[in-house]
């Protein structure tokens, strides 16, 4: 390992001397790759758009996330920031020099990148979704479009995939074979679920068996492995000491915060596909698609806007945890249920129902709420 390290070390250096003049971009392309720009911009835009797209899309970036949080904890992979300063393989005083940022001094294990297995796994969705509505068509034409719409979108999928890898390597968060351990294990859970067509009617009762059995799992681990005198949590005092400005060391990114915050939304996603505001919003939904579901997309993104400007005490670890799950549960229930509920609010005219609103009304009723999806 330590070969790869060094070499990963020389890449970059590489970087940060000859891309200097893109660090903006490459910061940028971080800032994309952040697993929570899934729940707060991608999951309200496709859930609106098509909601079995934006369910798949929790369920993979939840589930991808603890696959994540296991393997950290499994291969103890070093950060770049952390390894040069405590690695014996240099002589003294040629200890290499790498520039840290705001954004370097995470907290967790650096191996698999989860940063590079979030974005894979979501652009994976993104894409595969959006194939899915050519891909119905049979005549030649559409099916040769259908190729050229395939090779864009995965190339842009690529070019984004490598362009948040690079970003990763470049501020020394990540080593080169992290990213690609990142990237690969994103798209096979993405793969997985493409063929688990169950979540899209899970039932209440399975989002909290779900939530219970990856939180008690993880934790398990976590026990078992301290039991035996191994740490899982070493990584976070190796941050705190190598970090160059202890402002950068943020507990948001602690392997436990990960999962609390995880679990939160995909707690909160049971709960308001479930609701009863759902299933008169998707009343409105079915009958009113354009115009209610764009005003449900702006106001859903400017609502979570405000949310994440909201600062959550970090003074108490436990306290932190608690008030990270209730924030993260929010979003799906505003997402899914409150705007479009109180959009369908505002909406609503007293005007005499059409016998097609009457009929659609009736069939919703006998539906379950899982169910309720308008395409």
């Not at 940022?101 to 959006?130: L, Q």
């Amino acid at each position: 390992m330590d070969l790869l390290h060094r070499n990963g070390v020389l890449i970059i250096q590489h970087l940060q001397k000859d891309y200097r003049s893109y660090q903006r971009f490459l910061n940028f392309m971080s800032h994309v790759g952040d697993p929570r720009n899934i729940f707060l911009i991608y999951f309200p835009l496709w859930f609106q758009l098509n909601p079995a797209v934006g369910t798949k899309m929790i369920w993979v970036a939840v589930i991808g996330d603890w696959f994540n949080l296991i393997f950290k904890w499994i291969l103890f992979g070093h950060r770049p920031y952390w390894w040069v300063q405590e690695t014996m393989i240099y002589p003294n005083q040629s200890i290499p020099c790498l520039e840290q940022f705001p954004i370097t001094c995470e907290t967790g294990p650096g191996s698999p990148s989860g940063h590079a297995m979030g974005s894979s796994c979501v652009w994976s969705v993104m894409v595969s979704a959006a194939l899915s509505y050519r891909s119905r068509q049979k005549d030649k034409s559409a099916i040769t479009l259908h190729r050229l719409a395939s090779s864009f979108l995965w190339s842009i999928f690529w070019i984004i995939q490598i362009s948040v890898c690079v970003s990763r390597v470049f501020i020394a968060t990540h080593f080169p074979h992290q990213v690609i351990l990142g990237v690969i294990g994103g798209m096979l859970v993405a793969e997985i679920f493409e063929h688990t067509p169950s979540i899209q009617t899970a039932s209440l009762k399975t989002y909290i068996k779900a939530n219970v059995f990856l939180f008690f799992s993880a934790l398990g681990f976590y026990l078992v492995l301290k039991l035996i005198d191994i740490d899982l949590l070493w990584s976070v005092p190796k941050a705190k000491k190598w970090c160059t400005n202890p402002e950068w060391v943020n507990i948001d990114t602690t392997p436990f915060a990960g999962l609390v915050r995880n679990l939160g939304v995909f707690f909160g996603l049971g709960l308001s596909i479930h609701s009863e505001m759902f299933v008169v919003s998707c009343k409105v939904k079915c009958g009113y698609k354009g115009s209610f579901r764009i005003s449900c997309t702006a106001a859903s993104l400017a609502t979570l806007q405000l949310y994440d400007r909201i600062k959550i005490p970090t003074h108490s670890e436990y306290l932190f945890y608690v008030l990270s799950f209730c924030k993260s549960a929010a979003i799906p229930l505003t997402v899914v249920a409150l705007v479009p509920y109180c959009i369908h609010v505002l909406m609503k005219q007293p005007e005499k129902k059409t016998s097609t609103e009457v009929m659609v009304n009736m069939g919703l009723e006998n539906l379950g709420a899982s169910r309720l999806y308008c395409d």
